[in-house]
């Protein structure tokens, strides 16, 4: 054999690996989505106007971003990142799911479709959107705080009664995000959870999914406190809870 045919088939081989290496990554480490994707799915959900979708990455698409960023418990800073991209997907799929979609997170006319039928069923305003109306008919909640809420009755607790106790020992805490980490201890997540993975009883994906982390923040709070409110109480005598 020759050292040119040697060579070719050495680059052949390490070409194979890095497609299989690819291949394997888990989506979110993967390229994120052109531009006009993240704009389609940010129209689909209600964050951004049709006419938005012109593929520039402007002042207007930063700002449904970081609208989006704000009501899922991340940083708001307008970039479109793995995180953002993550739970973005997350938001389509949910959104799918409920309209009896595919669910690959992927805003196309599919499901524009699907969630027409749905909200047509639903005697709601037939548009192919899924916007805070839709939403809350399907039953998927559309910021961190109502994600809370909707927990409240499987605890026993009130809505009016409680979770203003609930917001403030999240805002002071972790200003409701899903990533933020204490630096000092360690302490993860929208409960800050001390350590972070105590909160994979209530579910594997208890570092990027906020209904999980909440899950897990309030049955910690019933099981040690009661409820929010004397939680809070707590909080406010010793700074943490």
Same mark, same amino acid.
């Given at each position: 054999m020759t050292v040119k045919t040697t060579s070719a088939l050495r680059g052949l081989a390490v070409a194979v690996l890095?497609?299989?290496?690819?291949?394997?990554?888990?989506? !979110?480490?993967q390229a994120l989505d052109s531009t006009t994707w993240v704009q389609r799915n940010l129209v689909g959900i209600g964050y951004?106007?049709?006419?938005?979708? %012109?593929?520039?990455? =402007?002042? !207007? +698409? +930063?700002?449904?971003?970081?609208?989006? /960023? $704000?009501?899922?418990?991340? %940083?708001? %800073?307008?970039?479109?990142?793995?995180?953002?991209e993550l739970a973005l997907h997350n938001?389509?799929?949910?959104v799918q799911r409920a309209a009896g979609a595919g669910a690959d997170g992927a805003y196309g006319? @599919?499901?524009?479709?699907s969630v027409t039928d749905w909200q047509r069923a $639903?005697?709601?305003?037939? %548009?192919?959107?899924?916007?805070?109306? +839709?939403?809350?008919?399907? =039953?998927?909640?559309?910021?961190? /705080?109502? +994600?809370? !809420?909707?927990?409240?009755?499987?605890h026993g607790w009130s809505v009016s009664g409680q979770f203003g106790c609930l917001d403030q020992?999240?805002? $002071?805490?972790? @200003?409701?995000k899903v990533y933020a980490t204490n630096p000092s201890s360690g302490?993860?997540?929208?409960? /800050?959870?001390?350590? =972070?993975?105590?909160?994979?009883?209530? =579910?594997?994906?208890?570092q990027t999914n906020p209904a999980t982390q909440i899950q897990w923040g309030l049955d910690y709070i019933k099981g040690r406190y009661g409820d929010p409110c004397s939680a809070w109480s707590f909080w406010q005598a010793h700074n943490w809870y």
């Amino acid at each position: 054999m020759t050292v040119k045919t040697t060579s070719a088939l050495r680059g052949l081989a390490v070409a194979v690996l890095a497609f299989v290496a690819l291949a394997l990554l888990p989506a !979110q480490a993967q390229a994120l989505d052109s531009t006009t994707w993240v704009q389609r799915n940010l129209v689909g959900i209600g964050y951004l106007a049709s006419s938005g979708v %012109d593929g520039n990455y =402007g002042p !207007q +698409t +930063t700002a449904a971003v970081r609208s989006f /960023q $704000h009501d899922n418990g991340l %940083d708001e %800073d307008g970039a479109y990142g793995a995180r953002t991209e993550l739970a973005l997907h997350n938001k389509v799929a949910e959104v799918q799911r409920a309209a009896g979609a595919g669910a690959d997170g992927a805003y196309g006319s @599919g499901t524009t479709g699907s969630v027409t039928d749905w909200q047509r069923a $639903h005697n709601l305003s037939a %548009d192919g959107i899924a916007g805070p109306a +839709t939403m809350n008919a399907m =039953g998927v909640a559309r910021t961190v /705080q109502i +994600t809370a !809420q909707w927990k409240f009755p499987s605890h026993g607790w009130s809505v009016s009664g409680q979770f203003g106790c609930l917001d403030q020992i999240y805002i $002071h805490e972790s @200003g409701w995000k899903v990533y933020a980490t204490n630096p000092s201890s360690g302490a993860y997540g929208i409960p /800050q959870s001390l350590p =972070g993975d105590k909160m994979a009883s209530a =579910g594997s994906d208890w570092q990027t999914n906020p209904a999980t982390q909440i899950q897990w923040g309030l049955d910690y709070i019933k099981g040690r406190y009661g409820d929010p409110c004397s939680a809070w109480s707590f909080w406010q005598a010793h700074n943490w809870y």
